[in-house]
């Protein structure tokens, strides 16, 4: 394989053409070479920043171009999994957005299907490499607000436009899926630790997906409650409370979007730390991450098995709703 890898993106979706489409063109050792999309209209706005992008009428289409290496998948999420493996039996590396899977079992059909192509698959959780998250890590991991007690997590933002995909059940829509993977994901990463038990769900659904869920889990060793919501006002912050410190997390997820990227460590003694991370793109990082992969065989930061253990949170809760 060359040493640039060449990308497709699977539809014209607003966040590949806003944000996925752009850091693939923007990242060392990448290529957007090719779009698959039927609309004139929506190349177009591809071709703005990427002028050379070949466009493919149909999905097949571009999984059938062999200069193809890997393909990025922002389709609507009922359909990540069928084409993730279209995709990997075609001979393609894959990034699906999240959520990649709709239950535990469609992960474990990609999972196989990553394990006989060969080839990496990933979901596209782009936050374990934004230096703010490695940075919060690897301050648990040395102690640096004691003993882990409790976690709160908090992500919401207002969406009533009943067209579009957050806001269907038969895509997959719902709190949970599109912002949850986030707020529960996030703390399995940091911590290392997988839940215990579920302590309880307080979900608010409409026509089949859900608009608020207050949950409760039980770790070894710490509690978590988060909330997620899709009918609130924009917030999100996470918060580690620790015996010795508090370690908060004031944009998480949408860093340098949704505001300025922040670990602040809050002492008893009213001594306050902050570290602040700038002008970084966690979507090029995750793609330049991705190609050293492909090329180069390194570790990843964010496995299937990983999606794996988000989703059979997810399950969880849903089965008790």
């Not at 899977?101 to 990609?110: A, E, S």
């Not at 895509?171 to 630790?193: H, K």
């Not at 997906?209 to 924009?234: H, K, S």
Request: charged share 20%; glycine share 10%; proline share 3%.
């Amino acid at each position: 394989m060359d040493q640039v890898v060449r990308w497709g993106i699977l539809g014209a979706a607003n966040f590949a053409r806003n944000h996925m489409g752009p850091a693939i063109n923007a990242a060392h050792g990448a290529e957007l070479a090719a779009l698959a999309t039927s609309s004139a209209e929506k190349a177009a706005g591809f071709q703005a920043f990427a002028p050379r992008v070949a466009v493919h009428d149909s999905y097949e289409a571009l999984l059938a171009d062999p200069s193809i290496d890997a393909v990025y998948i922002p389709l609507p999420n009922h359909l990540h999994v069928e084409w993730s493996i279209k995709a990997l039996e075609a001979g393609k590396a894959v990034l699906c957005e999240k959520p990649v899977g709709l239950d535990v079992g469609q992960i474990d059909r990609l999972i196989d299907a990553r394990d006989k192509a060969g080839l990496l698959a990933a979901e596209a959780y782009m936050i374990v490499h934004h230096p703010q998250w490695q940075r919060a890590k690897a301050l648990l991991d040395e102690g640096a607000i004691g003993t882990l007690l409790h976690v709160n997590a908090a992500f919401s933002f207002y969406n009533n436009d009943m067209d579009n995909i957050r806001n269907q059940a038969g895509t997959g829509g719902g709190g949970l899926r599109d912002i949850g993977v986030y707020t529960m994901g996030s703390v399995r990463w940091a911590t290392g630790q997988e839940p215990e038990k579920l302590d309880y769900a307080r979900v608010q659904m409409q026509d089949g997906f859900d608009l608020f869920a207050d949950v409760g889990f039980a770790f070894p060793g710490f509690t978590y409650q988060g909330f997620t919501g899709i009918r609130m006002a924009n917030r999100q912050e996470m918060h580690f409370h620790g015996d010795k410190g508090v370690m908060s997390l004031t944009c998480p997820f949408n860093a340098n979007v949704f505001d300025q990227a922040e670990v602040r460590l809050s002492y008893p003694d009213q001594r306050v730390v902050v570290e602040r991370f700038t002008g970084i793109n966690q979507y090029v990082k995750q793609v330049e991450a991705f190609g050293r992969s492909v090329r180069d065989g390194a570790d990843y930061a964010w496995t299937l098995e990983d999606a794996r253990g988000t989703q059979a949170m997810l399950d969880t809760i849903f089965a008790s709703v």
